[in-house]
C-alpha cells in the first residue's frame, strides 16, 4: 500500500481559500475547538512511492484543485 499525495504541509485554512478561489464562492465556515483525534499537522510521505515508481508529483495543490473544480462543474454542471 502506497500513498499517494504531497510531501509538503498545507495548512488547513490555505487549503480552504485556494478552494474557495477555484470554485468562485467562500466556504461556510464554522469555527470550533480541535476536537479528539484532530491533528495539527498531517502530510504524506511519498519517498516509498517514488523508489519504487519513480513518480513525483508534478501538479501543486492550487492547479490540482482549479482542475478538479473544472472537473467538477464539467461533470455535475
Avoid at 478552494?19 to 469555527?31: C, D, R, S, T
Amino acid at each position: 500500500m502506497l500513498n499517494i499525495g504531497d510531501s509538503h504541509p498545507v495548512g488547513l485554512m490555505t487549503m480552504i481559500s485556494l478552494l474557495e478561489k477555484a470554485l468562485g464562492v467562500p466556504a461556510v465556515k464554522i469555527m470550533r475547538p480541535m476536537q479528539a483525534g484532530d491533528v495539527t499537522a498531517t502530510y504524506a510521505d511519498t519517498s516509498r512511492l517514488a523508489a519504487l515508481t519513480g513518480y513525483a508529483p508534478k501538479v501543486d495543490l492550487e492547479r490540482g484543485l482549479e482542475r478538479f473544480a473544472a472537473w467538477y462543474r464539467g461533470f455535475y454542471g
